[in-house]
């Protein structure tokens, strides 16, 4: 735990009565009364904080607790099922998977079967185990010189900065010996992402970092030099994210070391912004436009966006624009508003975004609606963190999953509440070197390739109890929901699900008819 400058004077009063002690043992008790009592009249005597004014030394107590608040509700206080935004036993399912302990749970569920919190999936008298050992989706097929074939679960944005040297390096390596893919987050490709020759998928933010000019605009030719080599296997525009969507972002300059400098192509000790929007489109077409001329600089590699869902009719807007264009990108990824791993604003984070499971849905009826999902494929990453939980993002739609909290419990991240100070116990996300330094590399890594093989071998086994060749065959037909204490039903019930070219044909028989009608390919704008 770091040491507050709030705890240098108590830590002083201690040394000082320890230090007293050792001179003379007899003398103890007046070593130990002259500091606090010293103490206690600094206190009372101060004006800056209320509470040791009116309670001196005793409020220091205070200080105490709300740092040791998180662990202390983690390992004493809650239970197993209560913590947020990870419960002890998600949190547990991860560690296991990651070294290769036991994953298994006694006793039956310990989940109120009859509450709104259990929903199932359905499994058939006749499981399928003959089912593929393993499976890949091919992403860019037909649009592409260089489609790629991506593992079904992939590591999610994290950037080089929030996380520390040795975390990326651990993430990368895991994704090498693995076979799976490592978004690079918008921090950019650093040094460490190419240590270890894991697959990258380059995340471009509205900072475009590593293909920026002096003034924060996208910069082609520096993009082609870097999305050409081979280990950047697809190029993602972050359009939102699911912690803060629609908000921007400042590393200040104090933070900006001579390594993040390096990788996000900015200088040294200078404030880097990331703006709230692009400056490189503002219109869906213009957005269309921009995936194909970062698909034909990459050199025929897959090109697509990432976004948390806000506004519905944003989304018909870009598939009318697909529609009108004939321009498709090769990947959506949906990621939703429970999601997020780097610090945000709380009122954006707790109030701001939808929730993966309504936002994969629309798109996924915005696309099928329209005509369009076979032509493009959607990933999911939204607190995914078990097979269970990638099989119902299929059943939404979803192609693939990727996670990212979940691969920070695999490096031994212990949701300590501390990401966003630097003062991460685990070395997960600080870029202090001395708590880096307990992340070991190699270690981490394989825990890493692991967590991810045993969570897709999960998927596979609840894909044979439920009777399918592979998970694609999931629908909305096989996830259950308790839709009161008295009634479940098919997941369609509780949703609408659009039929194909349905929103192109009668858009006036589906819940989005506003959306779509007031939706333009050439603006975000609703139009009237």
């Known amino acids: 735990m770091h040491l507050a400058p709030r705890y ?47 309670y001196p030394l005793i409020a220091r107590i205070r200080w105490l607790f709300e740092d040791l608040r998180p662990y202390l509700r983690t390992y004493i206080v809650e239970s197993d099922r209560e913590g947020r935004p990870f419960t002890i036993d998600e949190r547990s399912l991860v560690y296991a998977r990651a070294k290769g302990d036991i994953s298994t749970h006694p006793m039956g569920t310990e989940l109120d079967v009859y509450s709104d919190e259990y929903e199932w999936l359905g499994h058939s008298i006749a499981p399928n185990e003959d089912a593929p050992k393993s499976w890949h989706v091919r992403i860019g097929a037909g649009t592409c010189a260089k489609p790629y074939d991506s593992a079904l679960l992939n590591i999610s944005a994290m950037s080089f900065g929030s996380l520390s040297a040795n975390a990326i390096e651990a993430l990368n390596k895991g994704a090498a010996i693995g076979g799976f893919a490592h978004d690079t987050g918008e921090g950019s490709i650093s040094r460490y992402h190419r240590k ?22 996208f910069n082609p030719d520096l993009f082609a030099e870097q999305a050409q080599d081979d280990q950047v296997k697809m190029v993602e525009i972050k359009l939102s994210q699911g912690a803060k969507p629609g908000h921007g972002g400042m590393l200040p300059g104090a933070k900006v070391t001579p390594e993040i400098a390096e990788a996000r192509r900015v200088e ?34 897959p090109a697509g966006f990432k976004l948390c869902v806000g506004q519905p009719h944003e989304v018909m807007a870009i598939v009318k624009a697909m529609i009108e264009t004939d321009i498709t990108p090769d990947f959506i990824v949906v990621d939703g508003a429970e999601g997020g791993t780097g610090a945000a604003p709380q009122e954006l984070t707790d109030n701001v975004g939808m929730p993966l499971r309504e936002g994969l849905i629309l798109m996924r009826n915005a696309l099928v609606g329209a005509n369009l999902k076979d032509r493009i494929r959607v990933g999911a990453s939204g607190k995914v963190h078990s097979g269970a939980g990638m099989a119902r993002s299929f059943a939404l739609g979803a192609d693939w999953c990727n996670a990212a ?27 202090i070197p001395w708590r880096q330094r307990g992340l070991v590399v190699d270690d981490k890594a394989e825990r890493v ?19 399918y060749e592979s998970p694609w065959e999931l629908t909305q037909h096989d996830m259950y929901q308790r839709i009161d204490s008295a009634k479940a039903g098919p997941l369609d019930e509780v949703y609408g699900f659009v039929k194909p070219g349905q929103l192109v044909e009668d858009p006036d028989s589906t819940q989005y008819a506003h959306a779509w009608r007031v939706a333009r390919a050439d603006t975000f704008r609703r139009v009237f």
């Open 8 to 54: 240098f004077v108590p830590l002083a009063v201690v040394v000082l009565t320890a230090a007293c002690w050792l001179i003379h043992p007899l003398h103890w008790a007046l070593a130990v009364m002259v500091p606090v009592l010293l103490l206690t009249l600094w206190d009372f005597s101060q004006n800056r904080h209320a509470l040791r004014r009116n």
């Open 196 to 217: 270890h020759g894991g697959d990258l998928i380059w995340e471009l933010g509205s900072g475009y970092f590593g293909c920026r000019t002096k003034d924060g605009k």
């Open 268 to 301: 040294i000790g200078e404030d880097c912004i990331s703006p709230a929007g692009h400056s490189t489109f503002s219109t869906p077409i213009e957005l269309l436009e921009w995936v194909v001329q970062l698909r034909e600089l990459s050199g025929g590699k």
């Open 405 to 431: 909290r979940a691969f920070m419990f695999s490096l031994g991240c212990v949701q300590s509440m501390k990401c966003h100070t630097g003062e991460c116990p685990t070395g997960v996300a600080t870029q």
């Open 449 to 467: 390739a692991r967590f991810q093989s045993e969570t897709l071998k999960a998927l596979r086994e609840i894909v044979i109890a439920m009777g």
